[in-house]
């Protein structure tokens, strides 16, 4: 069976999306759309699609979609999911999910309604390292994680809007909630700190936080201390986290996880495309209905939105939310 494929989103995560779906056998790219006709039809030819539309309602009359791709801002989700369900599509959705969690919890109650396949891409969780670190800490008293995620503003407008981004936590560092809710736990309690240090005085329209420090608690007892900021220089960045048990640490940045033990060091490599290991994933279930090797679905993906809009709601009453 060929699997039609359907793109909602122009940007530039569309096109790492439709290079691979492109390259990936029984797939075919039918149909794509964008906020304008012209933008549509511009990443149409790029990648040899026949149909392009400038909005979702059309590319869902046109023809028959086996799956849609939704890779747009956080500020455009919630119609589009909805119209999906309804004609019972299954979706790969980008993370995060949405700028809150009330359009999330109301899409994930009607997707429940039609069991349909859904997947978000928190692509981490397919690599090397962090299905090591996942077995290896299986066997381990956890005590603390530290985590960051410094790095530079992405240059897209919408991003240093909080109205339309959610800001650098929900958008951004909510991987690393993800890879910790996957490798630690289930996290009830958030308190977080966010401040504006810099780059509203340097560009226009900046409303997000720029710095911000969060505590997280896991309901298996360990804690964690998550910050972030976006004013780091282009070039310049530092992501990953550490886990402090009683063998020793385990330190992950993206592309390796190097374990320290009174025994030794280890090292485990990201070898392997995870990006393209998701889209796998998400064609398979859509070709066959087994969903196993999907590591996270929307309702997983709402949990790490949980969290990450925990952090906002407490950065904003300076009070710990419980989830
Ligand atoms: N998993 C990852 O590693 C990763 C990496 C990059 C981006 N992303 C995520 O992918 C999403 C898109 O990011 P991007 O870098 O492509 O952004 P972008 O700004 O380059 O592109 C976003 C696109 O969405 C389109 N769009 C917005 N609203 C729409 C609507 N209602 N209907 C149709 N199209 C609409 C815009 O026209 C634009 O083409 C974001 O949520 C981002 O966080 C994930």
């Known amino acids: 069976m060929t699997v039609q494929v359907g793109i909602i989103g122009t940007g530039w995560f569309s096109k790492v999306h439709a290079e691979i779906l492109t390259n990936m056998e029984g797939v075919k790219l039918q149909a794509v759309c964008g906020t304008s006709q012209e933008k549509a039809a511009a990443l149409a030819a790029e990648f040899n699609i026949p149909t392009s539309f400038d909005n979702v309602k059309d590319m869902l009359d046109a023809g028959k979609l086996d799956a849609v791709y939704i890779l747009v801002p956080p500020m455009s989700h919630g119609d589009m999911e909805l119209q999906l369900i309804e004609r019972g599509i299954p979706f790969f959705i980008e ?34 390292p962090i299905q090591h670190m996942l077995q290896q800490l299986k066997d381990q008293e956890i005590g603390m994680i530290t985590g960051q995620w410094m790095g530079s503003m992405p240059q897209v407008a919408w991003w240093r809007d909080q109205a339309r981004s959610g800001g650098q936590f929900i958008e951004q560092t909510t991987h690393l909630v993800d890879v910790l809710r996957y490798c630690i736990g289930e996290i009830d309690e958030v308190y977080a700190a966010f401040a504006s240090r810099s780059m509203h005085k340097q560009y226009e329209g900046v409303t997000v936080a720029d710095v911000g420090a969060v505590t997280l608690k896991f309901k298996n007892g360990a804690v964690a201390n998550v910050s972030n900021t976006c004013i780091l220089p282009d070039g310049i960045n530092k992501v990953g986290l550490t886990v ?58 709402l949990k790490t939105q949980q969290v990450t809009y925990a952090a906002l709601e407490s950065a904003n009453s300076g009070l710990p939310v419980k989830l």
């Open 95 to 128: 993370k995060p999910i949405g700028l809150d969690v009330a359009t999330p919890n109301q899409i994930l109650n009607e997707i429940r309604k039609k069991s349909l396949i859904t997947s978000v891409g928190y692509h981490f969780r397919y690599t090397e």
């Open 244 to 301: 402090f048990t009683q063998a020793g640490t385990m330190d992950w940045d993206m592309e390796r996880l190097e374990i320290v033990e009174v025994s030794g060091k280890s090292e485990v490599k990201k070898t392997l495309d995870a990006y393209k290991l998701e889209n796998e994933a998400f064609i398979h279930a859509v070709r066959t209905g087994d969903t196993s090797r999907i590591l996270s679905n929307y309702e997983d993906g």
